[in-house]
């Protein structure tokens, strides 16, 4: 009875962090798929200003502007790789699932590269491309300071981004709400808030900060099922408990 309840308890978890882990995917490439959209010259959602200067910047820039748009959609479609290498695993795919996180840590760094140059080069904000070249250089150091309860080096710098990413989009969305609070007693102005009327600034705000806090909520739960499931499986090695049914 003891072992019956212990493999139910083992087996419950894993559901659901698969779950969350393909819904913080499902997020990302929907995000993905809405910056196409805005690519393209869609306007849900967007305001008046943003429209124009869209429209702006593609006639007088047109490389920086299809270079900056295609970057931003690649590098969501990857966002959505982070959680999906980390909670597709299992006896049938295991094998599989690791190399979905070496594919998910080339094109991570493949992309930061090429964003890092199109900011030097393309898009002349060297700025941007010195943070991108810093986070690649973060992101390697992590190799050498993987825990012992974390079993390969792949799915240690995999699971670090996915926390990282999570922080990033609740950080981002956190920015947002404080903008919508801080709108209407007027402690922020234009330009650091579009020159809208306020009732348009606090939809958006809204709007916006609901997004990047969902996505940042689905990677920070993935994170952390991931996280409690690897602390686990490395206690039950310990004291010589095996999982395989």
Known sequence: MKKRRYLTISLIPARWTAGVGYAACLWAMLFAAAHLYWAVGGTFAMNVQEVAQGKRWLTQAPVPYLFSWTITIVMFMVEGLFPLALVWQGSRVKQRGRHIQIVTLILAYTGMIVF?????????????????????????????????????????????????????????????????????????????????????????GVVTGSIFCSGGVL????????????QRNASDTDCGISHKR
Request: proline residues 9%; glycine residues 8%.
């Open 219 to 230: 990677l920070l739960l993935t994170a952390v099922l991931i996280s409690c499931q690897y």
């Open 116 to 204: 890092a140059l199109g900011d030097f080069l393309v898009v002349h904000q060297p700025l941007l491309g010195l943070v991108a070249l810093v986070i690649c250089a973060l992101g390697s150091l992590v190799a050498f300071v993987r825990p012992r309860s974390q079993p390969s080096m792949p799915q240690w710098m995999v699971l670090v981004a996915t926390w990282v990413m999570a922080g990033g989009n609740l950080l981002n969305g956190l920015i947002y709400y404080s903008i919508t609070l801080l709108a209407p007693i007027g402690v922020v102005r234009p330009p650091l808030i579009p020159a809208l009327p306020l009732g348009e600034v606090i939809w958006q």
